[in-house]
Each structure stands twice: as structure tokens, then as C-alpha cells.
């Protein structure tokens, strides 16, 4: 009783404008508004004018008019956009997996107290801090055909004896953009799932032990399925990263040679932004949404069943 | 932990955590030392005798200084800077109170909101970028910052948002009402009592939020065009390669000093990065 009192007496003080802001509905709305401003602007909009686009004859300079689902028959029957969609799954697919091998392995190695643990956590995270473009730079100078550190090394160590020509070859090409892709993400998953590793009580772990289970055991028994929450929503978020990437293969190869590196992201920039056809452009960048969408779906529900189980 | 002999330690667990480590920094070397190297040095082949790959005995500051004289790296340093402040800030603002409201309040729809911004979390810039190339246009914004400052906070709010969510679901709701018994309004409340305790949940996203925004590429490839516009990372790409040559020193120099004003930035406030990074991923 005495709180309504206090505040209808306060809200005779308040102005009719702040007065209103006392009902949570309309502070709600007043709160939000900025947000679903930008938001509707440069999300919703595009995506609505996306769609448009893809659906048109539009080139740069030259105001198209609706063609239908034209463009996507035309990208379907494209070679290099089937090349493109095998090789965004595949490249989502395999890093995937090694980042999270990876990135979990040196969690573990990293959930333990020794000397120097905070610096070695803060400088591991570097490659994931260092803007993208700038770090893969280093990376393409490190495998330049001609002056690659890697093949002298190789040479030195009697390994090889004529040069690699790491990005002049597609599979090579590909192979290298993956490993940099690894090398990017790891620190990610091993500074998330450490986290997660941290809130695993070690008593479960010391019972494990007495009851006689071997390290691996343990692993798999009590830290795996203990961790797989975290270990869900930091996939879901790298598939989703990895699957649009743009600036890596960009810098590394630009999509060829040939073009047989290219990526959803790449190869709609080169179409829609390199020769100008905004219509095909936007239909390749809209052909991920669909998948996107699954993935965020599957990803989501899955989470839901193992964080209610 | 239980921790077994010495030489087991060791193999299983300190070597591979130096390779780890090795792996990790060592492109960063890499940049580092080819900064410093003279021209004489960097273009021998690679099967070159008396090739010394991992120092050099010449250090040089021609390519910094081929940076600063013959190229706009300075203007580009200040553009992106400018541009990561500005627009940090409009996103902390915009995903602190969205943040407060979707956490706190009670009102129609909260629940379908806040999925709605979980989805704009994950919608990638590459999805959206031609068409928002021809909207940036159309609002006569091309080749200026407010491109990139106005559409930094589509990935950078949402992200905000969630971070911001976490920490205020975690401040007592006791908190607030004892203000409101002692006659503040809501909007006082939550300007004075919870926002001020989430503050450190306010730093991590800023700093996460600026790393990113120093970081975003294709935004600022596609919406710039001319050289004294450029952000470090689009700069560098089209201006230190001309056709087929590569500039490497200078590209080099070029990346490190990029990469400088985050590594400070994060040095300063690596638990909060952590933590902001962590709490972003626990749904």
C-alpha cells in the first residue's frame, strides 16, 4: 500500500512525459525504440530489398524490372556457384571440426594452475583479437610462392625439394585457406570452452577416478557431455561465421585460381560488386539464407533438447 | 588434478601447449620481423643461399616510413578509429537499454523480441551487403563514415543486447525495488541503481564492439571508394597492392600498426574481454 502511495505522490511531481515512461509497457517501448529503428533500417530493410533485388534484372547503372526466380535458375546451372556451394560446405565442414578438436584440446591443456597461465590465455587469443585482414596478410606472405618461410623450411629440413605452389593450385589453395581459418578460430573455442570447463566441478572427476575410469573414460563420461551446451552454441555461432566468411579467401586467393576457391560471400561480391550485376549478386548472397536458416534451426533445437534433458 | 611424473607432464602437456603457442604467434613474428627487414633481404627466393628467414641483421624504418610519406595510413588510422568509437558508443546505448528493457520489464511480446534479436545475432554482414550497398546510396551516405558508423550497429547492437541481457538477469530485482519504495521512478531506477552495477558487463561489450568494428571488412570495402576514406583494413588491401605487386614491407608495417590500437585496447582489459566473450556464448 504504502509503495503505490509513495509513487503516485512522486508521479504527481513527474512531468506527463516521464509519468508515462512510469508504466512498464510504454518504457518498454521507449527503450527498445532505437534498436528497432537501426535494426528495421539496416536489417530488415535490406533484407526485404535483398529479395527484391534477386527477383529483378538490376545491373549497376541500369534500373531492372522483375524477372521471377530467373536469376536463381540461372546460378543453379552455374558451374562455379556449384563449385562455390561445395566449397562453403566443405570449408565449414572440416574446420569445424578441427577447430573444435583443436580448440578443445588446448582448453584442456590450459584447465590446469601452472606458472604464466594468465599471459599464455591472453596472448593464445591474439589471432582471434587481430583484425582478420591484417593477420591473413601475414599468412599470404608466409605462403608466397616464391618466397615462402614454409618451403624454406620444408627444403631445410629436407622435406621437399622443388617449391609448393600453395595457392596456385586449387586443392592446395583450398587447404591453406583452411588451415588459416583453424588457426583464427581456435583460440575462440579454446577460451569459450575453458569457460565451460571451468564450471565442471573436479569432484566428479576425482569420483570417476576412484571408481576406476581411465583418463579417456573420464573425458568421455563426465567432461564431454558436461560440456555440451557450451560446446553447441560455439559451434553454432562458428558454422555460422565460417559459412559466410568473406575476408579470408578475399585476401588469400580471391576466389581463384580458376575460380575454385570462391565462397558464398566471395563469389557473390565478384558477381554483384566486381562486374556489376547486383541482381545475380544478391540471389547468391540470399542462397545462403535458406541454409543459414537450417543450420540455426537444427543448432537450436538440438540445444534445446540437450539443456532439457 | 592429478598430476603424474615429470616426463609425463611434459609430453603431454608442456609440449604441446609450446606448439600450441608457437603456432598461434608466430605469423605475428612474421609480421613483425618483415617489417624490419630492408628490401635487399625480403625478396630473396626461398631456396637462396645464406637465407636468414627469422631476423635480420639490417633493421630498417623505411617501411613505416613508406606508410606515413607516400600513403594515407595515418588518415586511415584516424578513420577507422573514428569510426570504431563512434559507433560503439551508438551501440552500447541502443543495446544497454534494449538490453534493460527485454531483461527486467514485463510487457506484450518480450519473449518473441528477444528472439528476434537472437536472429539478428546471427544474420552475417555478407548476407546483406549488396542490397545495403544500394540503400547507403540511396540515403546519399556513400564514401563517408556515416556508411559504416550507421551500419556497424546492425551486428554490433544485437550482440550488445544479448551480452547486456546476461547481466542484468543476474542483478537482484530487490535492488531496484527498494529504490522504487524510496520514491524513484523507473526510469531513475534504472539509470541510478541497476545500470551502474552492470557496468563492468558494460566495458566488455565496448570493448568487444570496438574490436569488431576495427575489424569489419566487407562493410567498408563495398561502401568507400575514395583513398582518404578508408578504414586500416580496406586501405591496406588497395592501396599497398597495385595489380599483381605486392608492397610487402610495407604491408607488413601496415598490418602490425593496424593491428596495434586493439592489441592496447585489449591489453588493458583482458578479463573483460574474456568474460564478455564467454558470456556471449551462454545462451
Redo the contacts between chains.
Keep these: 500500500m504504502?509503495?503505490t502511495a509513495?509513487?503516485a505522490?512522486?508521479?504527481k511531481r513527474?512531468s506527463p512525459r516521464?509519468r508515462k515512461?512510469?508504466d512498464?509497457?510504454w518504457?518498454?517501448?521507449a527503450?527498445?525504440a532505437?534498436?528497432a529503428i537501426?535494426?528495421g533500417?539496416?536489417?530488415a530493410?535490406?533484407?526485404f530489398?535483398?529479395v527484391m533485388?534477386s527477383l529483378s534484372s538490376t545491373r549497376v547503372g541500369e534500373p531492372g524490372h522483375f524477372v521471377g526466380l530467373k536469376n536463381f535458375h540461372k546460378i543453379w546451372n552455374d558451374s562455379i556457384f556449384r563449385t562455390t556451394v561445395w566449397n562453403t560446405f566443405w570449408y565449414t565442414g572440416v574446420t569445424t571440426v578441427f577447430k573444435l578438436a583443436?580448440g578443445l584440446?588446448?582448453a584442456i591443456?590450459?584447465n590446469?594452475?601452472f606458472k604464466g597461465k594468465?599471459i599464455?590465455?591472453?596472448?593464445?587469443?591474439?589471432?582471434f583479437?587481430?583484425?582478420?585482414?591484417?593477420?591473413t596478410?601475414?599468412?599470404k606472405?608466409?605462403f608466397?610462392p616464391?618466397?615462402?618461410?614454409i618451403?624454406?623450411t620444408l627444403?631445410q629440413l629436407g622435406l621437399i625439394t622443388t617449391?609448393i605452389n600453395w595457392l596456385g593450385d586449387p586443392d592446395l589453395a583450398m587447404t591453406s585457406i583452411i588451415v588459416i581459418n583453424i588457426?583464427r578460430g581456435?583460440?575462440?573455442f579454446a577460451?569459450?570452452l575453458l569457460?565451460g570447463l571451468q564450471t565442471i566441478s573436479?569432484e566428479l572427476h576425482e569420483a570417476a577416478?576412484i571408481d576406476g575410469a581411465r583418463p579417456w573414460q573420464r573425458f568421455w563420461h563426465v567432461t564431454w557431455p558436461l560440456l555440451m551446451?557450451?560446446t553447441l552454441?560455439?559451434v553454432?555461432?562458428s558454422v555460422?561465421?565460417t559459412?559466410?566468411?568473406?575476408?579470408l579467401v578475399?585476401?588469400m586467393t580471391g576466389g581463384g585460381p580458376a575460380n575454385a576457391t570462391h565462397l558464398?560471400?566471395t563469389y557473390?561480391?565478384q558477381l554483384?560488386?566486381g562486374t556489376g550485376l547486383?541482381s545475380e549478386?544478391?540471389a547468391i548472397?540470399?542462397a545462403?539464407?535458406p541454409f543459414?536458416f537450417i543450420i540455426?534451426v537444427v543448432q537450436l533445437l538440438y540445444?534445446r533438447r540437450v539443456e532439457t534433458r | 588434478?592429478?598430476e603424474g611424473a615429470l616426463w609425463r607432464r611434459w609430453v603431454f602437456?608442456n609440449i604441446?601447449?609450446i606448439l600450441?603457442?608457437f603456432?598461434?604467434?608466430f605469423?605475428?613474428y612474421?609480421?613483425i620481423v618483415?617489417t624490419f627487414r630492408p628490401d635487399g633481404e625480403?625478396?630473396?627466393?626461398?631456396?637462396a643461399v645464406n637465407?636468414m628467414?627469422?631476423w635480420t641483421n639490417n633493421p630498417t624504418l623505411e617501411h613505416i616510413l613508406y606508410l606515413f610519406e607516400e600513403t594515407n595510413f595515418s588518415r586511415w588510422m584516424l578513420n577507422t578509429m573514428f569510426i570504431a568509437l563512434v559507433s560503439t558508443v551508438?551501440s552500447l546505448?541502443?543495446?544497454v537499454?534494449?538490453g534493460?528493457?527485454?531483461a527486467r520489464?514485463?510487457?506484450?511480446y518480450?519473449g518473441g523480441?528477444g528472439t528476434a534479436?537472437f536472429?539478428?545475432y546471427?544474420?552475417?554482414?555478407?548476407?546483406?551487403?549488396?542490397?545495403?550497398?544500394?540503400?547507403i546510396r540511396n540515403f546519399q551516405l556513400g564514401d563517408t563514415p556515416w556508411s559504416l558508423i550507421?551500419?556497424y550497429?546492425?551486428f554490433l547492437?544485437?550482440f550488445c543486447?544479448w551480452l547486456m541481457m546476461g547481466y542484468f538477469k543476474a542483478i537482484p530485482k530487490e535492488l531496484e525495488e527498494c529504490a522504487?519504495?524510496d520514491?524513484?521512478?523507473?526510469?531513475k531506477a534504472m539509470v541510478y541503481i541497476v545500470i551502474p552495477v552492470a557496468v563492468p558487463g558494460i566495458l566488455s561489450s565496448g570493448i568487444i564492439a570496438f574490436?569488431l568494428s576495427?575489424?569489419e571488412?566487407?562493410y567498408a570495402?563495398?561502401f568507400l571508394s575514395s583513398p582518404d576514406q578508408k578504414t586500416?583494413?580496406v586501405g591496406?588491401?588497395s592501396e599497398l597492392i597495385r595489380g599483381d605487386v605486392?608492397f610487402?614491407g610495407p604491408?607488413?608495417a601496415?598490418?602490425l600498426l593496424?593491428?596495434i590500437p586493439?592489441?592496447i585496447v585489449?591489453?588493458f582489459f583482458?578479463e573483460h574481454?574474456?568474460s564478455g566473450?564467454?558470456g556471449s556464448?551462454?545462451?
Excluded at chain 1, 583479437?129 to 593477420?135: C, E, K, Q
Excluded at chain 1, 559459412?243 to 575476408?247: E, G, R
Excluded at chain 2, 520489464?105 to 506484450?108: A, E, G, S, V
Design positions: 504504502a509503495v509513495l509513487s505522490a512522486e508521479s513527474l516521464l515512461l512510469e512498464e509497457r518504457l518498454a517501448m527503450l527498445l532505437p534498436t537501426l535494426l533500417l539496416f536489417i530493410y535490406p533484407f530489398e535483398g533485388l583443436l584440446w588446448l591443456l590450459l590446469r594452475h594468465a599464455i590465455r591472453a596472448f593464445i587469443l591474439l589471432p583479437i587481430i583484425p582478420t585482414v591484417l593477420s596478410f601475414a599468412w606472405w608466409m608466397d616464391t618466397f615462402s618461410v618451403n624454406w627444403f617449391r588457426w581456435v583460440p575462440f577460451i569459450t569457460a573436479p577416478a551446451p557450451v552454441v560455439v553454432l555461432f555460422i561465421q559459412f559466410a566468411d568473406f575476408q578475399y585476401v558464398f560471400a557473390a561480391y554483384g560488386i547486383l549478386g544478391a548472397s540470399l545462403m539464407f543459414l540455426v540445444i | 588434478m592429478i602437456y604441446p601447449l600450441f603457442v603456432v598461434l604467434l605469423p605475428f612474421w609480421m618483415t625480403l625478396y630473396l627466393p626461398w631456396n637465407y628467414p627469422f551508438i546505448f541502443c543495446g537499454l534494449a534493460y528493457a527485454l520489464l514485463n510487457f506484450p518480450a523480441l534479436i536472429i539478428t546471427l544474420v552475417p554482414q555478407t548476407l546483406l551487403f549488396i542490397p545495403l550497398a544500394e540503400i550507421l551500419t550497429p546492425t547492437i544485437p543486447t522504487r519504495i520514491g524513484a521512478s523507473r526510469w574490436t576495427w575489424n571488412f566487407i570495402l563495398v586500416v583494413p591496406v588491401t605486392f610487402w604491408l607488413m601496415g598490418a593496424g593491428s586493439v592489441a585489449y591489453s583482458v574481454y574474456v566473450l564467454t556464448v551462454k545462451g
